[in-house]
């Protein structure tokens, strides 16, 4: 059974960094790309960040291009989203997903919530002005 569980969220100020860590187990991610997607209230699920387990390719949304790096560790079957000037339309909760790879995927697809299998619980980023 997969398992992903986030943690590192907090208050940080306008123009702080944090950083996220999504532990994941269950099964070899070998095969499977990892997602960071955020949802503030009112506001529907969008796509942060993603990363191709055994290549290593990354994927940004634009509005965190520059500030969000996304990276993990295979030993620790572990993501990481570094987060960087981070300002208050960041705030939201941020939560880790994996799907599946399959030769051929887009960006597209790597970026849509309906694509991802399971995901994490969440952890909150607030960020004061």
């Known amino acids: 059974q997969v398992q992903l569980v986030e943690s590192g969220g907090g208050l940080v100020q306008a123009g702080g960094s944090l950083s996220l860590s999504c532990a994941a187990s269950?099964?070899?991610?070998?095969?499977?790309?990892m997602g960071w997607f955020r949802q503030a209230p009112g506001k529907e699920r969008e796509f942060v960040a993603g990363?191709?387990?055994?290549?290593?390719?990354?994927y940004y949304a634009d509005s965190v291009k520059g500030r969000f790096t996304i990276s993990r560790d295979n030993a620790k079957n572990t993501v990481y989203l570094q987060m960087n000037s981070l300002q208050p339309e960041d705030a939201a909760v941020y939560y880790c997903?994996?799907?599946?790879?399959?030769?051929?995927?887009?960006?597209?697809?790597?970026?849509?919530?309906?694509?991802?299998?399971?995901w994490g619980q969440g952890t909150q980023v607030t960020v004061s002005s």
């Open positions: 269950g099964r070899t991610f070998s095969g499977y790309v």
């Open positions: 990363i191709r387990w055994s290549s290593g390719n990354t």
């Open positions: 997903a994996v799907k599946r790879f399959r030769p051929g995927i887009t960006a597209a697809q790597v970026m849509a919530p309906r694509e991802y299998d399971y």
